[in-house]
């Protein structure tokens, strides 16, 4: 990947298009967004995976993502928290909760910050 910085951005181009990355948002993404939608996005497609292999039905869910910073440490990202919200009949919430302990293991994002910032991931029935 090449970057290449100007105008107060900078930009990559990848196999969907350019990135445009930016500490102003009317710019471009900020990178800590970026840095949670890779961790909340990864989490979430290996959970899918793991609620498939393990035939657990359900119809929908969605990831509310946030995060706690340090301002006093560059404004370092210090916890982002994930809250499945999952949908659909007679669903078990401890069968839930181990496919999610499941994915969080095998989900590259996550272990590439684990060390660093910590990771806490939730099941919310609705």
């Known amino acids: 990947m090449k970057y290449e910085f100007h105008e107060g ?7 969907f298009g350019t990135l445009n990355i930016s500490s102003d948002d009317t710019k471009g993404f900020r990178p800590f967004q970026l840095l949670v939608s ?23 869910f969605t990831i509310d993502a946030s995060v706690e910073r340090n301002e006093k440490q560059a404004n370092r990202i210090e916890i982002i928290q994930l809250i499945f919200k999952v949908s659909g009949q007679d669903l078990n919430r401890e069968q839930l909760e181990k496919s999610l302990a499941i994915s969080s293991r095998n989900c590259a994002m996550v272990r590439s910050v684990k060390d660093s910032i910590k990771i806490v991931e939730k099941i919310e029935l609705v």
Not at 51 to 57: A, S
């Open 9 to 15: 951005k900078v930009t990559t181009e990848l196999g």
């Open 38 to 60: 890779s961790v909340a996005a990864c989490s979430g497609a290996v959970f899918k995976r793991v609620l498939e292999k393990r035939r657990i039905d359900y119809d929908s």
